[in-house]
């Protein structure tokens, strides 16, 4: 009889339990649109949409290189390069790595008439520590509030999701460390980047073994998944992992041997289109 109740009880938690993860819901911002890159540099048509959503060329655009460690940067500094070879005229580098220097109103001012915010690369924990409960990052989510974008390629990816993957301070192959929350533009989500170049694509089941509510996404190099409320969809030249307890495939899953749903990924290529709040592919005519 005691065996039998525990079992009963047992059945209920674990239902519960169950009940609690489904009732979770991974939601992009409400305003704006996020363009989230892998690293590995982002390619013309990412910086032309950038560019594009920001308001075209003249666009106010402002560049965070603060990820990459440095006290100071110079003109072309996290990507501004980049995108002033890709028409942008009108380039701000914004840094620091104090929390005092960004609850400045002189540090803020130029980010209040932005209508674009790229992050660059490096340790993304440096942009937590520099801008995270400041009056900086307040101006981010102004930012998608005017309907501006913010992109952000490797650290600067991995720094739009809620949870912060590979945000340890003594190195960066620690997938759960001493900082595990990032912006949050995107709700119950891990971002990870460098996949597939980097042969990262099981290192993300460290963190969903632990919180299994999390979606899961990994984005290789030179490509990017462009969010706009809580849809995305791929962009670029490579592939976007897939961690969302379940299998896709163009061919069907039929007759494939696949492994337990924890343990499942599959990819998408440029044009795919996935919905976050749904956990699932968008079918278009194609």
């Known amino acids: 009889?005691?065996?039998?109740?525990?079992?009963?009880?047992?059945?209920?938690?674990?239902?519960?339990?169950?009940?609690?993860?489904?009732?979770?819901?991974?939601?992009?911002?409400?305003?704006?649109?996020?363009?989230?890159?892998?690293?590995?540099?982002?390619?013309?048509?990412?910086?032309?949409?950038?560019?594009?959503?920001?308001?075209?060329?003249?666009?106010?655009?402002?560049?965070?290189?603060?990820?990459?460690?440095?006290?100071?940067?110079?003109?072309?500094?996290?990507?501004?390069?980049?995108?002033?070879?890709?028409?942008?005229?009108?380039?701000?580098?914004?840094?620091?790595?104090?929390?005092?220097?960004?609850?400045?109103?002189?540090?803020?001012?130029?980010?209040?008439?932005?209508?674009?915010v790229w992050f660059g690369g490096g340790r993304q924990w440096r942009l937590v520590d520099a801008y995270k409960d400041t009056e900086a990052e307040k101006a981010f989510w102004e930012v998608l509030n005017r309907d501006g974008v913010i992109a952000g390629s490797s650290a600067g990816a991995t720094i739009q999701g809620s949870y912060l993957a590979r945000g340890d301070t003594k190195n960066n192959q620690i997938m759960m460390g001493d900082h595990e929350e990032g912006f949050g533009f995107i709700k119950n989500i891990a971002i990870d980047q460098h996949v597939l170049a980097r042969n990262r694509h099981f290192d993300l089941f460290d963190i969903l073994k632990k919180r299994p509510e999390l979606l899961g996404i990994g984005i290789d190099e030179r490509t990017a998944i462009v969010v706009r409320g809580d849809q995305f969809e791929v962009l670029g030249d490579s592939y976007v992992l897939i961690y969302d307890r379940s299998f896709w495939s163009r061919e069907g899953s039929d007759l494939k041997n696949l492994p337990p749903s924890n343990n499942q990924f599959y990819f998408l290529r440029e044009g795919d289109q996935y919905d976050m709040r749904k956990r699932a592919i968008v079918e278009t005519d194609e």
């Not at 525990?6 to 938690?13: G, K, N, R, T």
């Not at 949409?49 to 100071?72: H, M, Q, W, Y």
């Open 1 to 116: 009889m005691r065996a039998q109740i525990v079992s009963f009880l047992l059945i209920v938690c674990l239902t519960s339990y169950s009940q609690q993860l489904s009732e979770i819901v991974t939601t992009g911002p409400e305003n704006g649109t996020l363009i989230v890159v892998g690293g590995g540099g982002a390619t013309p048509s990412i910086l032309e949409k950038f560019i594009e959503l920001a308001g075209g060329p003249d666009a106010n655009i402002v560049v965070i290189p603060t990820a990459s460690g440095r006290d100071s940067f110079g003109e072309n500094a996290g990507g501004s390069r980049s995108l002033r070879e890709a028409g942008a005229t009108n380039v701000t580098i914004l840094h620091t790595r104090s929390k005092d220097t960004a609850n400045m109103y002189s540090f803020v001012e130029p980010l209040l008439n932005a209508t674009g």
